[in-house]
């Protein structure tokens, strides 16, 4: 079972790798919000809504979004604002225990690249979260069942006239949680396990 305080002290001496060169990319940031549970840690995720025009809609994903001028540059400020939006949870940087590696990744909107940081942070107490608009449903999974090879599946991504397979999890109620997303929970599980 991953109990959530060795993760946060694995994650106080993880040095995640930053790209040097984001500062001159767009940026977006998103909260990997972890919790304790009866069956050990668990993690946060959003389905997002279908939306004309969102590259991600139907995704499970992290709270997370751009960051603006509002952040002042700040990756981890524009997590936070991103969750308080998206799903209503008020988190901040002293929840904060740790991060992952950024990840390069193309900015749909422009088809440019665009660099992602998670920051990882800690929820204390029970909170029913409040979706905006983006979002149209959250669940928390549990580290230990994202760690059963027998719950790990392959899908058919398209892309154009190809099509790829890749790796996910099938969540039930037709959600995967697949791309990005699992890159990260695999990297963090990795670190855990």
């Known amino acids: 079972m991953h109990e959530l305080a060795p993760i946060a002290r694995t994650l106080a001496d993880y040095r995640a790798r930053r790209l040097r060169f984001r500062r001159y990319l767009k940026r977006a940031a998103v909260a990997v919000i972890l919790r304790d549970s009866g069956q050990g840690a668990q993690v946060l995720l959003a389905l997002r809504a279908h939306r004309e025009g969102d590259p991600w809609s139907g995704d499970m994903a992290f709270p997370g979004g751009r960051v603006d001028a509002a952040d002042e540059a700040s990756a981890s400020r524009a997590a936070c604002r991103e969750t308080q939006e998206e799903v209503g949870l008020r988190i901040t940087r002293e929840h904060g225990i740790g991060r992952l590696n950024d990840r390069l990744t193309l900015d749909h909107r422009r088809r440019a690249p665009m660099v992602v940081s998670p920051f990882v942070y800690r929820l204390e107490q029970r909170i029913t979260p ?52 699992l890159a990260m929970l695999d990297e963090l599980c990795g670190l855990v396990r």
């Open 130 to 181: 409040v979706l905006n608009h983006e979002i149209a449903a959250t669940r928390w999974l549990s580290l230990a069942w994202l760690n059963e090879p027998v719950n790990r599946q392959t899908m058919r991504w398209r892309v154009g006239r190809a099509s790829l397979p890749m790796p996910c999890y099938d969540c039930g109620d037709g959600q995967r949680l697949w791309g990005l997303t």
